[in-house]
């Protein structure tokens, strides 16, 4: 499994976009990027997934440069409820059946 | 059901008790998942199944650690003889398939199992 590394924290203040960036730097062929959520005492949230360029929801964005080997979450005008702790997971196509491994994630702490 | 629902919330055991959970999947998800969180943001895979029938096991402490999916009843994880250790919150997962966008894994909102 392709190992990622992300910021520990971040801060930002209500309005702002924020963008976190993953890197995975040993990506397979057959490799998806997902990005969940997770609130104190909620379990995680799937925010978004993706393969290769742009993709957009109406929670976020993700850009994947085109040689895969890092992505970026974007946030747009954050809210004090966006503060939460992002993960960044690389897995096989096939994650329907197959454990999710989540690394230590990016801590989001958004101010008034 | 819409959302994974996962039961009790809170589970409290001394050691050495039984401690059992509960999880419903989204209907009609062939895939079940367990995970435990413990410190900060770890979390450890246990087990998964496809249908009522174990998928991957690698994650599970086989001594005293259980879990079954039988139709038409929630799916169940069940720890023998609980340890301090074992106090974490528990996580269950489901999904509808293996490809795009039915890959994707919902979480229930977790059971903390105390563990005194």
């Not at chain 1, 993706?50 to 992505?71: H, M, Q, W």
């Not at chain 1, 994630?105 to 958004?110: D, E, I, S, Y």
């Not at chain 2, 959970?21 to 895939?31: D, E, F, M, Q, V």
Request: hydrophobic share 35%; net charge positive.
């Amino acid at each position: 499994l392709a190992k990622t590394t992300q910021p520990i924290s971040m801060d930002s203040y209500e309005g702002q976009e924020v963008n976190i960036t993953c890197s995975h730097n040993n990506i397979a062929t057959n490799d998806y990027i997902t990005w969940y959520q997770q609130f104190p005492s909620q379990g995680p949230r799937f925010i978004i997934q993706g393969y290769k360029t742009k993709v957009t929801n109406e929670v976020a964005s993700l850009f994947i440069p085109a040689d895969r080997k890092s992505s970026t979450l974007s946030l747009p005008r954050v809210s004090l409820s966006d503060t939460a702790v992002y993960y960044c997971l690389v897995a096989p196509m096939d994650t329907g059946r197959r454990a999710l491994t989540f690394g230590s994630g990016t801590r989001l702490q958004v101010q008034p | 059901g819409e959302e994974v629902a996962q039961t009790p919330k809170h589970l409290v055991r001394g050691e050495g008790q039984k401690a059992k959970l509960y999880c419903a999947p989204i209907k009609g998800h062939s895939y079940v998942f367990w995970y435990q969180q413990v410190l900060k943001n770890e979390f450890k895979f246990l087990i998964s199944f496809q249908n009522e029938n174990v998928f991957d096991e690698t994650g599970m402490p086989k001594e005293r650690f259980s879990a079954k999916c039988l139709p038409n009843s929630p799916c169940s994880l069940e720890i023998q003889a609980t340890k301090l250790e074992d106090s974490a919150v528990y996580f269950c997962a489901s999904s509808q398939s293996v490809l795009p966008p039915g890959n994707i894994q919902y979480f229930g909102a977790g059971t903390r199992l105390s563990v005194l």
